[in-house]
């Protein structure tokens, strides 16, 4: 079984705070992603990497950054929060050649307040 | 652009009536179409893929390129299908599937 683990499944933070959301999964993945989940809106893509120390922009990406310096880590930083990046934050991985079918991992509810 | 659309946000049906999401789709080319589910608490996850054919927990969704559709369908629905259900689309051309908003069904007793 795939296996995509976040680092915290709750996590409140002050506004203007630098906040990291670490996602790890162990199958070797190529792919990795990560997504906010907000009601009404679905998924939205914030950034994706195809490879260690690739990273592309996604849909939503003003506001974040992120790094892949292992395959099997992914990291998404919130450089100064506000509370508008209140939200669900899901983190997702694939293989290549698979690019669709995801396995998420648990999510990160983040508050900022 | 592709696209997803679910229509409807919220559907609610009761326990062994007959269930249908809907999910349109716009892309020109040879789609892939997926349904993903997140059950209450859970992580969100792959329910079905249309080149599988497959039926899982009931459920069974055809690729209609006529309409552009691709329906998740049950006979019969039962209380733990309650969930946020999501259409997702793969175009070839992209590393990243196009995801709908979703649709949160609701099966009362």
């Known amino acids: 079984d795939v296996k995509v683990t976040q680092s915290s499944r709750y996590l409140v933070k002050r506004t203007g705070e630098k906040v990291f959301l670490e996602c790890v999964q162990d199958m070797d993945h190529e792919n990795m992603f990560w997504y906010r989940q907000d009601p009404g809106l679905g998924l939205r893509l914030i950034y994706f990497?195809?490879?260690?120390?690739?990273?592309e922009k996604g849909d939503i990406p003003e506001g974040y950054s992120v790094s892949r310096e292992k395959k099997e880590r992914f990291s998404l930083i919130l450089e100064s929060a506000s509370t508008n990046q209140t939200s669900m934050y899901l983190c997702?991985?694939?293989?290549?050649?698979?690019?669709?079918?995801?396995?998420f991992g648990p999510g990160t509810r983040l508050t900022v307040t | 652009a592709q696209r997803v659309t679910q229509p409807e946000k919220l559907l609610s049906v009761f326990k062994g009536a007959p269930v249908e999401l809907k999910c349109n789709y716009s892309y020109s080319g040879s789609p892939e179409l997926f349904w993903y589910v997140q059950y209450s608490r859970q992580r969100l996850q792959l329910l079905l893929r249309h080149i599988s054919r497959e039926s899982i927990k009931g459920f069974t969704a055809d690729l209609n390129k006529g309409e552009t559709s691709f329906h998740l369908k049950k006979p019969f629905a039962q209380e733990e299908d309650s969930a946020m259900y999501y259409c997702?689309?793969?175009?070839?051309?992209?590393?990243?599937?196009?995801f709908g908003r979703g649709t949160s069904l609701i099966v009362h007793p």
């Open positions: 997702a991985s694939s293989l290549q050649g698979t690019y669709y079918e995801q396995y």
């Open positions: 997702a689309l793969g175009t070839g051309g992209s590393y990243i599937p196009t």
């Open positions: 990497s195809y490879d260690v120390k690739m990273k």
